[in-house]
């Protein structure tokens, strides 16, 4: 059970680089429920003392325990960075070994190391040495369909001391198309005792309850679905938890976490980098609304809060009046 590894939710915020950010985890730990993920860290940019990298990794002001998620390739990093993390405030740590990204893969870390299981073993097994942290590792069904190794890689990781495991249904080649396989999931739960974290095409509170009856998973991670709903977050936990079905979320609640999410970026990037950011959340919080894609052609001309937050105002205020005439 994954509460005996101290977590009070079978829920958890997925890592999404440049999105679980800061704002993001304070905002979604806000609206309750739920276990809190970074976005991951490069522990080579760690080590160089990358200012950037250091900002992401320090958790210390955050009132809820936070899983620092870590990526690399080499074993030695991994010491340093598992260390520093624990002084900087990470809760729990995990490493990434499903991260399908150009970049990640060339460096031989992410996905890549689900092609070189026994660097991945020496990998888990130090930092579980170096630190006394629990540990997870979140990989991928596979490499592609040709190499699905899941079942196999997920023994390992428990063989070499992970605490838990995320599976992300999945290979590197699909990366984000195509339907998860809650089947290779299923089948990793069976192959090891550790707990094992379901993830993907969970977007609802009945889709997480239907993954862990099919694959009978401890958790469920939510990543994409998120986005621009945060609260959804806590209306799986609460529905897993205490089943208390989900209410809809009105046009105006979305429009005042919207704006919530808008300032918690001024307050953590500073205007002149929380402005350009704000872009991508007002188009993923007005996505199922009339007009969205006339109303994020503007916004994204907007060169000021000053003028945004008005157009966010008047916008969501036309959509909820027009919703109440609708009726």
């Known amino acids: 059970m994954i509460q005996d590894l101290g977590f009070q939710s079978p829920v958890f915020l997925a890592p999404m680089a440049g999105i679980t950010d800061k704002p993001m985890r304070r905002l979604v730990a806000s609206l309750g429920g739920g276990n809190i993920v970074s976005e991951m860290v490069a522990i080579n940019a760690l080590q160089r003392k990358n200012p950037k990298s250091f900002r992401i990794a320090d958790v210390r002001d955050e009132p809820y325990p936070v899983t620092?998620?870590?990526?690399g390739g080499d074993v030695e990093l991994f010491i340093e960075a598992a260390e520093f993390l624990q002084e900087l405030g990470a809760a729990t740590l995990?490493?990434?070994?499903?991260?399908?990204v150009k970049k990640i893969v060339n460096n031989h870390s992410g996905s890549d190391l689900m092609r070189n299981p026994e660097l991945a073993s020496r990998i888990?097994?130090?930092v579980k040495k170096s630190s006394p942290l629990k540990l997870s590792v979140k990989f991928r069904k596979g490499w592609d369909n040709n190499h699905v190794n899941a079942v196999e890689f997920a023994q390992m990781c428990e063989e070499s001391g992970a605490d838990f495991i995320t599976v992300h249904g999945r290979t590197r080649s699909d990366?984000?198309?195509?339907?998860a396989d809650w089947d290779i999931i299923a089948a990793v739960k069976a192959a090891v005792k550790i707990p094992v974290i379901g993830n993907g095409d969970i977007n609802s509170p009945q889709s997480a309850k239907k993954m862990l009856e099919y694959t009978h998973a401890d958790g469920v991670m939510v990543g994409r679905a998120a986005l621009g709903a945060p609260w959804l977050i806590s209306q799986i936990h609460n529905y897993l938890t205490a089943k208390e079905e989900p209410q809809p979320v009105s046009i105006t609640d979305t429009k005042n976490i919207l704006l919530r999410h808008?300032?918690?970026l001024i307050s953590y990037y500073g205007e002149k980098l929380a402005l350009p950011l704000s872009r991508k959340y007002v188009c993923w919080y007005c996505k199922n609304l009339r007009d969205a894609r006339k109303f994020r052609e503007h916004y994204v001309r907007i060169d000021n809060f000053a003028a945004a937050f008005q157009a966010i105002e008047d916008y969501f205020n036309a959509c909820e009046m027009l919703k109440g005439e609708d009726k």
């Open 262 to 264: 808008i300032k918690e």
């Open 124 to 126: 888990i097994s130090t």
């Open 68 to 71: 620092v998620q870590m990526v």
């Open 94 to 100: 995990d490493i990434n070994m499903g991260c399908p």
């Open 175 to 179: 990366f984000y198309s195509g339907t």
